[in-house]
């Protein structure tokens, strides 16, 4: 299983990027989604998630109305529209799946294969 995370670079504050995730060797369609984030000298951290279907979607508070979580099944890819941008969320950004699961989750530990992360920096 393969997620390859990109879209991640420099921006000043109140801009915006979009990231996204590629899934290979793992039947995407069937199973949850979402992104986590980790700041230097912190632990890594909820942002985003997403069920199979696009029903269901989660957001950490510190994200809820700027960023925008979304899937194509079709192109086993996910995307996080990040919006009105912030010094704090300078972080690497990871893409993560569930194994077995559709169901969206905001726990690191209910997804089982993770991309190489993307960096993002936000300057003020």
């Known amino acids: 299983v393969q997620l390859q995370a990109s879209g991640g670079g420099l921006v000043q504050a109140g801009g915006c990027l979009r990231l996204?995730?590629?899934?290979?060797?793992?039947?995407?369609?069937?199973?949850?989604m979402g992104w986590f984030r980790q700041a230097p000298g912190k632990e890594r951290e909820f942002v985003a998630a997403?069920?199979?279907?696009?029903?269901?979607?989660y957001y950490a508070d510190s994200v809820k109305g700027r960023f925008t979580i979304s899937r194509d099944n079709a192109k086993n890819s996910m995307y996080l529209q990040m919006n009105s941008l912030k010094p704090e969320d300078t972080a690497i950004y990871y893409c993560?799946?569930?194994?077995?699961?559709?169901?969206?989750?905001?726990?690191?530990?209910?997804?089982?294969?993770w991309g190489q992360g993307t960096e993002v920096t936000v300057s003020s």
């Open positions: 997403i069920s199979w279907s696009s029903g269901v979607t």
């Open positions: 996204s995730c590629a899934a290979s060797g793992h039947p995407f369609s069937r199973y949850a």
């Open positions: 993560a799946t569930r194994r077995t699961s559709l169901i969206a989750s905001t726990r690191r530990d209910d997804y089982s294969y």
